[in-house]
């Protein structure tokens, strides 16, 4: 998630209220992704929704308060097949606007923005170009965020495979403990697995 928000005063302005309320600083405890949790991802999704809403001149408070209450709702991820009749995908948006109508009032286009952000997946069309960079900004970031953790764990799992074989090999008495694992500079090695 881009760290960025936090030095733009603009957009700090625009989510202040929000940002420092309880239902949303919970949001940090709930795992989202597999890889981050859902404040982090909320905050990712609002803040590159609301620099496209600057780029093209739209309503930028709108984007960047319901693109952070999007998913502002209170169960894990792994527990949303007991989730409604109808499926997380249909039913998250309209938990999510239900808790947000509690923290603070939202206008028809935060509204839509919050329970069409899942169109693709379901058939509710956005009303509005805001509620389409946010449903299209969601989708960005949960990739991003899915193939960030594949590539970590990939990396992770190869730094402890070498880290095994270094310890192997400096454990056997057929290496010297002058001699490189494998020729590999170790410089080199840690600037390609961070």
Known sequence: MT???QS???YQTLIEDLIEHVDVQKLESYVHHKVTNRLAHSLSVSY???LWAKRFNLDTRAIARAGLLHDLFFYEGCNKHEVGGRGHNYEHPRIALENALKITALS???QDIIV???FGTTLAAPKYAESLIVSLIDKQCSIMEVSGGIRDAIFNRYRTAS???RRQLSFSPAYSSE???MQIDENEFNR???
């Open 8 to 10: 733009d005063a603009d």
């Open 108 to 110: 028809e286009k935060e």
């Open 192 to 194: 390609y697995t961070k």
């Open 3 to 5: 760290k960025k928000w």
């Open 163 to 165: 880290s095994f074989f």
């Open 116 to 118: 069409k952000h899942m």
């Open 48 to 50: 590159r929704s609301y």
């Open 179 to 181: 001699q490189h694992y």
